[in-house]
């Protein structure tokens, strides 16, 4: 039933988009710069329709058909699911590629969310939506060039390589050299882009709300918003530079014990227009490349803590945050200024890059926020649920918030013990987790439509640092935690601080702020307890 239902809604959304596509392709085409090739465009968004609405009906019958009759829980019926989810995988990232823009955006994102969807797909997507998207051909590039910068390669750059180092969902990326001999990398957006991404919208904007009107539960019109607000500012290279130049000025200012870790590509603004965009070219390792990371003499745990800090100190200090931290925006290199110790080690330095993708917090958005982790971290249930409400998650729904954000069950959430966050990242906590999402899925689509649309945007940066720190650390980090506790609860500290005007609150705030600090130290004090455990446990397994 739920199958004939699905292949309803294909046919139904197939022929909306036909005559949808009409009155909105009209607009794109004479608001062109192009207009025959953005004609020939939007003939294709009755088909990417299609692709979508039959990728939809197809998947769903596989799974209807494949697992009929087996008993859940059995051998076979895990056997044939983990076999489902990989087909459907691949016909996911197929979808993707085919379509493009976008819809490598929604890929990217799904190969982050490791605890909440199958670990098939998150393998899939992750292997091939970070670093292999798909590419302009090089007379396509020139013509970008040309047009934004009057001249091809070969007559505004000493050197140019046709073959990208990189392609992203927008744009990708070429090695150059200026006339000076500086080696730089362009970013060149994908030819029509601009067009493409009116398509997608129009596409993604009109599956989501006709999915939704079939299936109530299925309320993701928010991103719809989202995209709405977020592809205009992504897809204007000038903006980005104007983000990263923000991101150091903040590290610089507001972080200054971190700044000298933090790194961003100086721009080349004589040479960069909204759809191109020339910068410093940066030698580093990628921040998953745990192997690479070691060669260089720095520690994969030294590179999580650093990373840890500087988007505690982003979201909870500088309310200009980075969301689209995902393994390749992120490279690593020796900190060029530090020694090795006697350890031989040196210190990390963080390079951050592709800007485009930012969210500004307002201050009462960005010390709720700090107060709610800073009640996570400390066990604190009435703060969770205080703060829980203020961001939109209402009095019924603060202990879901509260999972989503830590990937823990409510009552590992309240929990008094140190790593009462900790994820092990073992096939349990997976299968624990993906249990309660499926489960609580209508909760969850109701959560995602009360909270701000920004809070949105923070989700996905937490979703995609957990997937940096796993690959890193095979699991969440203790430090991490006791991280955005520290950070959390110094921002809430200076808010207090700055409200209030006698010495005696002035005190009392104060005071807080030491017993927090105490409370900190108690917790390290926690770890180096249950190191010494494991490693007396350790010496008893081996019979020491």
Same mark, same amino acid.
Not at 60 to 82: I, Q, V
Not at 231 to 248: G, I, R, T, W, Y
Not at 256 to 272: G, R
């Given at each position: ?215 109530? $539960?299925?309320?993701? /019109?928010? *991103?719809?918003?989202?995209? %709405?607000?977020? +592809?205009? !500012?992504?897809?204007?290279? =000038? @903006? ?88 390749? $925006?992120?490279?690593? /290199?020796? *900190?060029?200024?530090?020694? %090795?110790?006697? +350890?031989? !080690?040196?210190?990390?330095? =963080? @390079? ?94 109701? *959560? ?97």
């Amino acid at each position: 039933m739920a199958t004939r239902s699905l292949w309803g809604v294909a046919a139904k959304l197939v022929a909306a988009g036909t005559a949808v596509a009409g009155g909105t392709a009209g607009a794109a085409i004479l608001t062109s710069d192009d207009p025959p090739s953005t004609l020939k465009l939007w003939t294709n968004v009755p088909v990417r329709l299609y692709r979508d609405s039959f990728t939809a009906a197809s998947i769903a019958f596989d799974y209807e058909y494949s697992l009929w009759g087996l008993p859940e829980g059995s051998s076979e019926y895990s056997k044939m699911k983990h076999e489902v989810h990989l087909r459907s995988a691949h016909k996911l990232q197929d979808l993707c590629f085919r379509n493009g823009g976008i819809y490598i955006k929604l890929g990217q994102h799904i190969s982050q969310l490791e605890y909440l969807v199958p670990e098939e797909y998150v393998k899939t997507m992750r292997e091939s939506m970070l670093n292999r998207c798909p590419v302009s051909s090089f007379d396509q590039v020139c013509d970008v060039i040309k047009k934004e910068l009057g001249g091809m390669p070969d007559e505004i750059f000493a050197k140019f390589d046709p073959v990208p180092i990189a392609s992203a969902s927008l744009a990708q990326v070429h090695v150059a050299h200026l006339r000076n001999g500086q080696k730089v990398a362009v970013k060149v957006q994908h030819t029509h882009m601009t067009d493409t991404a009116a398509a997608d919208y129009a596409t993604v904007e009109l599956i989501v709300n006709t999915l939704h009107r079939f299936f109530p $539960n299925f309320d993701y /019109r928010w *991103l719809v918003a989202e995209v %709405r607000e977020s +592809l205009p !500012k992504e897809l204007d290279f =000038l @903006v980005e530079a104007q983000n990263s130049q923000k991101c150091v000025h903040n590290f610089r200012k507001l972080s200054p014990h971190i700044a000298d870790s933090i790194y961003v590509p100086l721009v080349y603004w004589n040479m960069s227009t909204k759809k191109l965009l020339t910068m410093e070219f940066m030698d580093g390792v990628q921040i998953d490349d745990v192997k690479g990371i070691r060669k260089m003499g720095v520690q994969p745990y030294d590179v999580s803590r650093l990373i840890s800090e500087a988007f505690a100190e982003m979201i909870y200090k500088h309310g200009f945050v980075h969301c689209d931290p995902h393994a390749a $925006n992120l490279i690593v /290199r020796p *900190l060029p200024s530090g020694k %090795r110790n006697i +350890l031989g !080690k040196r210190k990390p330095q =963080l @390079v951050l890059l592709d800007h485009g993708l930012y969210k500004e917090l307002d201050v009462d958005t960005r010390i709720n926020y700090a107060a709610l982790w800073k009640g996570l971290v400390f066990s604190d249930e009435k703060a969770i649920r205080e703060n829980s409400a203020k961001l939109g998650a209402g009095d019924d729904l603060y202990a879901l918030f509260a999972g989503i954000l830590t990937m823990r069950p409510w009552n590992r959430v309240i929990d008094s013990s140190v790593d009462h966050l900790v994820v092990q990242g073992t096939d349990s906590d997976r299968s624990e987790l993906q249990m309660y999402a499926s489960q609580y899925f209508p909760q969850i689509s109701e *959560l995602l439509r009360r909270l701000p649309r920004v809070i949105l945007l923070m989700l996905k940066t937490n979703d995609c640092l957990r997937a940096v720190n796993n690959a890193l650390l095979q699991g969440s980090s203790l430090e991490t935690f006791l991280i955005i506790g520290r950070v959390s609860s110094e921002a809430v500290i200076e808010a207090k601080l700055l409200k209030k005007k006698s010495l005696l609150t002035w005190l009392t705030v104060w005071l807080e702020g030491i017993i927090l600090r105490a409370r900190l130290l108690g917790m390290h004090f926690g770890i180096w307890l249950l190191q010494v455990q494991k490693f007396l446990l350790y010496r008893k397994a081996l019979g020491c």
